[in-house]
């Protein structure tokens, strides 16, 4: 049986899709019987595309290219949040409130990491820390 982990962003196209990416390459190499989803609270009506350049630049250098063609960003839904084992927003201070006003039941149950998005760090350490992140989480999820 798999569990899941679910990645939350506000818009579900730079962190929480990298990160969901990065954790299924790297449990899958270590063969756990977990699976990352991502979701987005708040995601924007603009046509951005399926996913951030920076996040697919990124993955194509690590050799994690995702499976073609990608899918557009996903809006949280509670089925999402009941499916998951854990879940993880990428930013406290942005994602608590939203996680209050969307699913106040659920608010205090998520996981929040302090991973800025691009308004406040630039690409390069805002991967570098999500990387860290999951590496993190994997060790945790893999411990006896």
């Not at 924007?44 to 990608?70: C, F, I, T, V, W």
């Not at 999402?80 to 201070?93: K, P, S, Y």
């Amino acid at each position: 049986m798999t569990a899941t982990v679910l990645f939350l962003c506000t818009g579900n196209y730079y962190r929480s899709r990298f990160a969901e990416h990065f954790f299924n390459e790297h449990a899958r190499r270590k063969n756990l019987a977990w699976q990352a989803r991502s979701r987005g609270l708040q995601p924007s009506l603009e046509n951005l595309g399926s996913m951030s350049r920076h996040a697919l630049e990124r993955l194509r250098r690590l050799g994690m290219a995702p499976r073609e063609p990608l899918r557009l960003p996903m809006d949280l839904q509670s089925s999402d949040l009941m499916a998951a084992a854990l879940t993880i927003g990428m930013n406290e201070v942005e994602h608590r409130p939203l996680m209050a006003a969307r699913f106040p039941e659920w608010a205090e149950r998520v996981r929040y990491w302090n991973i800025y998005d691009l308004d406040v760090a630039d690409a390069d350490s805002g991967l570098a820390a999500i990387e860290n992140a999951v590496l993190a989480l994997l060790d945790e999820l893999s411990a006896p």
